[in-house]
């Protein structure tokens, strides 16, 4: 076993000597998504959550960006730089959130709600980008919703849990929710949380807006049934932040679980369990050392967004930078 784990790691160390130097070849910027296998991370010049990862995407002079995450965030980069080469190392690594709509629909239901303003979760293609109004993540959400006006209605597309929690907080009773989830968050329940609460009592729960316990815990938090200094509904840059300047030492993670790896290099000192074994997203561990290498010798896969879709996708991309300086 020993032999074999120590051949793994002269792979690794050749695989990642050989990936700096194509990368330092091609002026290339490696950007990577909190999820990503560590490996990867490693070995990136920025690991962050997917605002994050458009403002660096939006903010660099390197010619070639190569991202280490899911295609719509790729595409994202693209938009917002479209002179620039984009480059994902697999092509299938798609986002079974992103999919669940897809522009026809968006107008279709545009169409029933013709005075509606759309906020599009930025884990969407394109096309229903260039459909869209605004854009959010998980870290802005909120402030996006609560910068409209509170008599417009809202068409909040394609995440449930999320949109939900963003009713939620803040108070808005004019959003309609579209009814898309993703396959990794939507499967906790309310009890996997409760359970996890018994077994750790003095650990804090840091839990991602896409979970399919989010609204039961928000009624939990606001009926005392779970204390609301523990419990903390988070992005992923927002679990990265809140886990440094906690005082806890001991904290259960409710996101993929790629997360925990950032966590445990951040804060060697702290504890972090995951909510559940099965949280993994096999579209972020699509991208692998041997392919990365594959993307910067061979300029493979570029992401190109046709310039009609892009200059409109741009627009609901950028109002939200905008509002989350
Ligand atoms: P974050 O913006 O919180 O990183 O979330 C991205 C994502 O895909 C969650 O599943
Ligand atoms: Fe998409 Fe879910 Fe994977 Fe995030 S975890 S990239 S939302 S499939």
Not at 4 to 14: A, D, H, L, P
Request: glycine share 4%; charged share 25%; proline share 5%.
């Amino acid at each position: 076993m020993k032999k074999i784990n120590s051949e793994q790691e002269k792979e690794r160390q050749r695989l990642t000597k050989e990936i700096l130097y194509w990368k330092e070849k091609r002026g290339a910027l490696i950007i990577a998504h909190n999820y990503q296998i560590p490996a990867i991370q490693d070995l990136a010049d920025f690991v962050g959550d997917s605002l994050e990862l458009s403002q660096r995407a939006a903010a660099t002079d390197a010619r070639i960006i190569v991202f280490c995450g899911v295609h719509f965030m790729a595409e994202s980069a693209s938009i917002l730089s479209p002179k620039k080469t984009v480059l994902i190392p697999d092509l299938d690594a798609g986002c079974s959130l992103a999919a669940s709509i897809d522009a026809t629909e968006l107008r279709k239901w545009k169409k029933r709600y013709p005075d509606a303003v759309v906020v599009s979760y930025v884990n969407t293609s394109a096309e229903v980008k260039a459909e869209s109004d605004y854009c959010c993540t998980s870290t802005n959400a909120v402030k996006i919703v609560n910068s409209i006006p509170g008599n417009r209605q809202i068409l909040f597309v394609p995440d449930m849990f999320l949109g939900d929690y963003v009713a939620k907080t803040t108070g808005r009773k004019n959003m309609i929710i579209y009814p898309g989830e993703c396959h990794v968050h939507a499967r906790v329940r309310p009890s996997d949380i409760t359970d996890k609460m018994d077994q750790h009592p003095a650990a804090e729960f840091l839990i991602h807006p896409e979970c399919g316990c989010v609204s039961s815990c928000m009624h939990y938090l606001a009926s005392g049934d779970i204390p609301a200094n523990k419990t903390r509904i988070l992005s992923t840059g927002g679990m990265i932040k809140h886990a440094r300047k906690s005082p806890s030492k001991e904290f259960v993670v409710a996101t993929e679980t790629g997360i925990l790896y950032r966590l445990k290099k951040e804060n060697p000192q702290k504890s972090f369990i995951a909510l559940r074994d099965d949280m993994v997203c096999r579209f972020m561990k699509m991208i692998t050392l041997p392919k990365l290498l594959n993307s910067l010798k061979n300029l493979e896969f570029e992401v190109k967004v046709p310039k009609e879709i892009a200059d409109r996708a741009r627009i609901p991309i950028e109002r939200m930078l905008k509002l989350s300086k």
